[in-house]
């Protein structure tokens, strides 16, 4: 019988966290802020190790998060070259929370972490995408086999918390189509195109200056990423085992002035929309409605649900920045914490 | 399936009441009513009832409802309704033979409702949108997957509404 986090402070929910980047930085962050807002729940967090590509910062009595941030690897507790694969099982952990670069071809180095962690019995929190659509449902039925959790609520939309909604609100009903803006980047450049009349690649090289888009924008601009945002829907929500190969995928690169000026005229916008039904799935530019849900402008991302019971669920949101991000992985460890017995029934957890 | 349906009313009052009771009576939905008095014949008066019925069966059960009520039904006709897709295509669309594109929509049972074109020469890429209408909507999804592939054939990209 594994245990249950006490909410009576008596003992602390452990944490390894497994990449350091904006994500980790900005968790690691949001957990020294909000630790009284924290232990106010009844949960007392303690970070045992953080690992990076080169190294590891270790303490089995919990890191002090505030000076690692400061020092970085000048601070004591760094160890290079130390691997969370050997940490797992040594370190006192409860959640190891994933979040190491998305790489889409073989998920790696994510899938073996996660993987490691759910047969060492952990409980897994992630924000890579990259492990959940090349392996979702093995890792999902690992994850059922060994009596875990793995949660990924920071995967798509970053802080939209889409997958809690249809978990703990949906569960009678039946979703029959998903159609959003996955992709703040590409939702970005076509509002600026839209509203005001730049080229497509001045509003590339704009983004790219403001930070949303990456120096090799392809994954963004020709729909990968919404591609693989769309797959982790359909298997999350629709309990469907699809890979990237099932997603028909158009970028938006080829958009010119005058499409959007022609969709214009008859009151549309051209928007990146990702669609998701029991046989379709589709990221391809749409002529939306000025008046939509969807049509929402800047990097704002959007979710309908189109459900049987409830009607349409539409949900906006900021769908990347690291602080957006580590604050819908807060919410998968406090959803943890929670179901384990960690925070009293009923506490008010928002 | 949405109907107009025409009477000929002696112009006194009561006279629609009795031709409505048994469209409501059997379910049909009213959508619109219209006196048509300029085709007014003697005390004869032109009235056309809009309504929804379910299918054809529908439709004759409430006729044989109004006319055995001493009402006389001058004429049926059906309506369409008419559904709508803007499709924006951006390449070379007219080198590529626009013709046999709009073609391949017009066999599907589709009108090309409009047409606009913006070309800036003969080298570059034009945008061209087309508004399509047809009588159902599963008619302009099937036209849609043609659109798709007639697209892939031709290197045209599209977004459509």
Known sequence: MRKTYSSLGAESLNLILIGFGNVGRALARILWEKIDRLRGLG????????????????????????????????????????????????LPCDVVVEMTPTNVRNGEPGVSFIR???????DVVTSNKGPLVVSMKSLLSLAERKGCFLLYEATVGAAIPIFTVAREFLRHDRIICVEGILNGTTNYILSRMSEDKVSFDDALREAQEMGYAEADPTY??????????????????????????????EGISRVT??????AEEDGYLV????????????????????????????????????????????????????????????????????????IKSGEHVA | MRVKMRFNLADEPGQLLKALQPIAEFGGNVREISHLREEKRGNMLPVAVTFDVKDLDHLFKIRDAVEASGIQVAGIEPLMELHRKVVIMVGHVF???????????????????????????????????????????????????????VAGEKNLFIAWS
């Not at chain 1, 490691?116 to 952990?122: P, Q, T, W």
């Not at chain 1, 539409?314 to 990347?320: E, P, S, V, Y």
């Not at chain 1, 957006?324 to 017995?341: C, F, H, V, Y």
């Open chain 2, 95 to 149: 080198a590529t033979n626009i013709k046999d594109t709009i073609d391949r929509v017009l066999e599907r049972g589709v009108k090309v409702r409009r047409l606009v074109a913006r070309i800036k020469s003969a080298e570059d890429v034009s945008t061209v949108k087309f508004v399509l209408e047809a009588d159902s909507s599963e008619t302009l999804e099937s036209t849609l997957r043609v659109l798709k592939k």
């Open chain 1, 257 to 262: 002035p005058e499409m959007i000026e022609l």
């Open chain 1, 43 to 90: 949960l007392s967090i303690n970070v045992t190790g953080i690992f990076k590509s080169n190294g590891g910062f270790v303490d089995s009595n919990g890191l002090m998060l505030g000076e690692i941030l400061e020092k970085s690897e000048q601070h004591k507790s760094w160890v290079p070259g130390a691997s969370p694969l050997s940490h797992i099982e040594e």
């Open chain 1, 271 to 342: 928007k990146h929309v990702a669609y998701l039904d029991g046989e379709k799935m589709e990221v391809a530019p749409r002529l939306v409605p000025k008046n939509s849900p969807l049509a929402v402008g800047g990097t704002f991302n959007v979710i309908t649900l189109n459900t049987e019971l409830s009607g349409p669920l539409t949900f906006i949101g900021k769908g990347a920045g690291p602080r957006e991000t580590a604050s819908a992985i807060l919410a998968d460890i406090i959803t943890i914490a929670k179901k384990r017995g960690g």
């Open chain 1, 220 to 249: 963004d601009v020709e729909g990968i990423d919404a591609a693989c945002k769309l797959v982790i829907l359909a298997n999350g929500l629709m309990n469907m085992d699809k890979h990237l190969s099932d997603v028909e995928i």
């Open chain 1, 116 to 122: 490691k962690a759910l047969e060492e019995g952990k």
